[in-house]
């Protein structure tokens, strides 16, 4: 199991996201200017602020030249996870449907939050019973997730929404307290929250953001048994 | 393009030399070092570097008294920052800075370009940011003005640290009046390094070539040294095109970009640009090197035309450094520059000339010898005299307290009161766990860890209280750092090293001469005593509108090893069942604390003496037992005495007490009457309850533990951890709050973000 962590000059978690994923598998960086994704079994596009993000988070970075290679990897139905800035490129880059808004307190925020696993059985929640919380932090200013509410209708009804804040640690205002979506098709997730950064004990108190690593492990080498 | 403004234009007259800061004396003085009246380039940069921001001119005498090595010193001051070994082959770079001025008169960018600055410190000696943490002091939150520095001031700090990946780890907040118009923002930086990865400023190596690497040079920040940072500040809104705009994205390349240069050994010296631009960098690398450096301005990248080369040399546009590179390493350098997308640029060449040449297109339109402008600015005496009047005018008291005010209702004015609120709402801004680090987030424990790869780890805390140090600055600096190294040791952590940013008003008045030189002589005395000498630092002085100055505030930050991050202390009551001890010798008074303040009461002359040697002991015997893993929480007794340090107790555990201070615990412990006339019951209780002073831990643990950590030091079991409430019976008296009472009360703070 191979995982590829995206850098953008301007990726903060980008290396958080690495140690995460060594946790489960072998995992290495793909730098923002190359095309070739090097074998890798999963993405990962980690959270930060890509190239500043002057203009709209996510939205010079969907048009990298590694995130084109991530675009037909996905297309491809390669397993991608965005966190929290990645999240706001994948669903710049249209594989995720929905946008991130401003918070609705206007601040960036940082707090540990509760969610809510609603589905259990994907290629990134696997190793979750759905209902099971995760505590995870969460950290941004553009977290407030937002789709219409047609295209949220039919987003529920499929079951594309795999997290969800906890009764009262929806800080951000994110409709129907969405943490987490997936794609139609299954192998495309992001979410607001970092479960990179909660991955051991002693830092954070929580081990639970190791489950969504854990869980991609799964899918991939359970597609390949 | 710019060839105006060079040596054959019209000289500069005494009077330009006097509106840019410098005294008649200076200018007498500048003329015969450079043999003659110097040009307009030439004065714009003597003007800066002998500037008391950059020159310490009032202060370098006072600093040389401090301590400055110790087994642990790996990089004393004078280096963009000081580093300690932290173990493992690594070293811990770290340093306090203030960005004041700037941030009194644009807070955001003030504030966002203070952290700005003391990153590209710590990375210029090449160590990895890890870690910021900000000091702040406003005036009081009742009017606009305060809500604007406050919500500008805190958005700046998190939006640099948060978009730069470097976590603001823990800080501290105070508003007193004499904050009002003068507004402090000091941030301080910590990185880590192989011990044998760091690198020093001092050019080297006539014929390599200086690159400029980062932003393009603008216009912004012209002048910022000598105007802003050394005088007092006037009229609002007519200095703000001589603040800096800050730029994290472009840091952020910066930085990855000078670590990797350093890591592949291509660059010899590295600086960054800070005040007074490239003049104060260029400058200071010749210096330290003992070389010249010619420097030619026409090729430097700009932001826009026609810029003169005096503005050029003075900018202060953010995100630039400078280094200095083998002529066989430049191609290597710019392709370096060029994958993190950060111009480089050769702008000049080191020399064997020990002048500071500048060139336009090849034409000297500058000379100077380094040693002139670097070394042979004139040294002041201060004049200290201490003030025979009250400099500050006492606080307004809070309607309807009193000292017989019943305890229960002083807590809550306490816990509620600005000072002593939560914190959550600003630092909940602030990203504090990026770089996968934090073993301790602010709220967690007393000071902020952070694990190193040997299973070890950091601890910092930064403190200041300007009003104890305005009651006495000898003895209310030596608790400032008494306090930081109490922090240290309620998580486990011995200290290695101190940095501290001295704010304090006008030098040439004798009165504020007087705060300096004793505040430094109780920091030079604290930090002899902890074994943590000073690394570094940074003095910001003329802190002072129309109405005063400021409190005097040195800012201490202090870095801590503990051998293993597991058993890092933490603030708050873990277990119920646990007993409750107060330790150590502690001495509380109410003069110059929050209770006083509230009160109304005028600042005392002088604070009460504490025998420093005991309280070193005292936190020696607490770091162990944490160490030991004994203690479920360690807490240092600050302001707002016991009883504020029991709630913080009860708040960061979620878990109640039941505290019997019992018939004899006054006298017990001891504590100092308020002052003349006011001894009695109620003041001698609430000094008990609310009193102030060095010395005092509240641990909780084991009835075992608490035994062993009574062989070592004074200690007196004052309860148990149980329950939802907070309960303290003393003098047949008995306070009760509920934790949800005392969450309300303590979450007062979060109405100025609003």
């Excluded at chain 2, 308020?674 to 019951?681: Q, R």
Aim: glycine residues 12%; proline residues 6%.
């Amino acid at each position: 199991m191979r995982f590829g962590v995206l850098q953008f000059p301007g990726s903060c978690d980008d290396l958080d996201a690495l140690a995460a994923a060594r946790r489960v598998g072998d995992a290495q960086l793909l730098w923002h200017r190359e095309r070739d994704l090097r074998g890798a079994d999963a993405i990962v596009v980690p959270g930060g602020f890509s190239y500043g993000d002057y203009l709209r988070a996510g939205a010079i970075a969907r048009f990298s030249p590694a995130m084109e290679s991530v675009i037909a990897f996905a297309a491809e139905g390669g397993l991608v996870l965005g966190i929290c800035n990645g999240f706001q490129v994948l669903c710049e880059a249209r594989l995720l449907p929905g946008a991130l808004l401003g918070n609705a307190n206007l601040r960036f925020t940082f707090r540990q939050v509760e969610l809510e696993v609603v589905q259990g059985e994907t290629a990134f929640t696997g190793a979750c019973d759905a209902g099971a919380r995760l505590s995870i932090p969460a950290k941004h200013a553009w977290g407030r997730y937002y789709a219409p509410a047609q295209a949220l209708a039919a987003m529920e009804q499929a079951g594309q929404v795999l997290l969800r804040y906890a009764p009262g640690e929806n800080f951000n205002g994110s409709v129907n307290d969405i943490a987490g979506v997936r794609n139609e098709a299954g192998n495309v997730f992001g979410l607001m929250p970092h479960p990179e950064h909660a991955v051991e004990e002693l830092i954070g108190g929580s081990t639970d953001g190791l489950k969504i690593f854990e869980s991609m492990r799964l899918a991939v080498e359970g597609a390949r048994a | 393009m710019a060839g105006e403004g060079t040596a054959s234009a019209a000289l500069p007259s005494v009077e330009d030399a006097l509106a840019l800061g410098l005294t008649r004396a200076e200018y007498e003085l500048v003329c015969a070092k450079q043999g003659g009246p110097p040009n307009v380039l030439e004065l714009a940069m003597y003007s800066l570097l002998w500037s008391e921001h950059c020159a310490y001119k009032h202060s370098k005498a006072l600093l040389r008294t401090l301590p400055t090595e110790g087994a642990h010193v790996v990089m004393g001051p004078g280096e963009n920052a000081g580093a300690v070994d932290v173990g493992g082959g690594l070293v811990c770079a770290f340093k306090v800075e203030s960005h004041n001025h700037p941030s009194a008169v644009e807070p955001f960018q003030g504030a966002a370009t203070g952290v700005g600055g003391i990153l590209r410190d710590i990375f210029a000696i090449g160590a990895r940011p890890i870690a910021v943490l900000d000091s702040l002091r406003f005036g009081e939150p009742g009017g606009e003005r305060v809500r604007y520095l406050l919500d500008g001031a805190v958005a700046g700090i998190g939006h640099y640290g948060n978009s730069i990946g470097v976590p603001t780890v823990g800080g501290e907040v105070y508003f007193e009046a004499p904050y009002e118009q003068n507004c402090l923002v000091n941030a301080m930086a910590l990185g880590l390094a192989r011990r044998e990865g760091l690198v020093r400023s001092a050019a080297a190596g006539p014929g390599n070539v200086v690159v400029l690497f980062g932003a393009a040079t603008g216009r912004d920040g012209i002048g910022g040294a000598s105007v802003l940072a050394s005088a007092e500040l006037s009229a609002d809104g007519e200095m703000r095109p001589t603040v800096q705009v800050g730029d994290p994205f472009e840091e952020k390349k910066l930085l990855e970009c000078s670590l990797e240069l350093l890591e592949r050994g291509l660059i010899v010296s590295l600086q960054d640009l800070g005040a007074a631009g490239l003049t104060s960098s260029a400058s200071e690398m010749a210096s330290k090197g003992a070389v010249g450096i010619d420097i030619d301005v026409a090729r430097v990248p700009l932001r826009e035309p026609g810029m003169e080369p005096f503005e050029v040399m003075v900018s202060e546009s953010q995100e630039r450094m400078l280094c200095v590179v083998e002529p066989a390493n430049v191609d290597a350098v710019m392709e370096l520059c060029e994958k993190w997308e950060v111009g480089g640029t050769a702008i000049g060449t080191v020399t064997d000339s020990a002048r500071m040449r500048v060139l336009c297109d090849g034409e000297l339109v500058g000379d100077m010898p380094v040693s002139a402008l670097v070394d042979d600015c004139p040294l002041y005496e201060l004049q200290p005299r201490k003030p025979q009047q009250p400099i500050y005018t006492p606080p307004p008291p809070t309607a309807g307290l009193t000292l017989q005010t019943p305890p229960r209702e002083i807590l809550l004015a306490i816990l509620s009161s600005p000072n002593m609120s939560s914190r959550r709402p600003l630092f909940e801004q602030y990203d504090a766990i990026v770089q996968s680090r934090t073993v301790r987030r602010p709220d967690q424990a007393d000071a902020a860890v952070l694990a190193l790869p040997d299973g070890g780890a950091l601890a910092v805390s930064i403190d200041g209280n300007g009003r104890r140090v305005a009651a006495d600055p000898y003895r209310g600096t030596m608790a400032a750092v008494l306090e930081c190294a109490a922090n240290l040791a309620c998580v486990g952590a011995e200290p290695l090293g101190t940095t501290n940013n001295l704010n304090f008003g006008n030098p040439e008045k004798p009165h504020i001469a007087w705060q300096l030189s004793e505040s430094v002589r109780g920091l030079g005395e604290a930090c002899r005593a902890l074994d943590a000498p000073i690394v570094g630092g940074n003095v910001s002085l003329y802190n002072e509108g129309a109405a005063g100055p400021i409190y005097p505030t040195p800012v201490i930050g202090m870095v801590g090893r503990l051998p293993d991050a597991r058993r890092a202390g933490r603030l708050g009551f873990q277990r119920a069942g646990d007993e409750v001890a107060l330790a150590g010798p502690f001495g509380p008074s109410l003069a110059a604390s929050e209770l006083a303040k509230l009160l109304g009461q005028a600042l005392p002359d002088g604070l009460a003496e504490f025998d420093i040697a005991a309280v070193c002991a005292a936190q020696r015997a607490v770091r162990e037992a944490v160490r030991a893993g004994a203690l479920s929480s360690a807490h240092d007794i600050a302001e707002g005495g016991l009883a504020l340090a029991l709630a913080e107790c009860c708040l960061a555990g979620d878990l109640g007490a039941e505290v019997e201070l019992g018939g004899d615990f006054r006298e017990a412990i001891s504590p100092v009457a308020a002052g003349p006339g006011s001894v009695s019951p109620a003041s001698t209780l609430a000094s008990a309850l609310f009193g102030e002073g060095p010395g005092g831990f509240l641990v909780s643990g084991g009835a075992g533990a608490l035994e062993a950590l009574a062989g070592r030091v004074p200690l007196r079991r004052i309860g148990a951890v149980g329950g939802v409430a907070l309960r303290i019976a003393a003098a047949g008296e008995t306070l009760t709050l509920t934790l949800a009472e005392l969450n309300k009360a303590s979450s007062s703070l979060g109405e100025l973000f609003r």
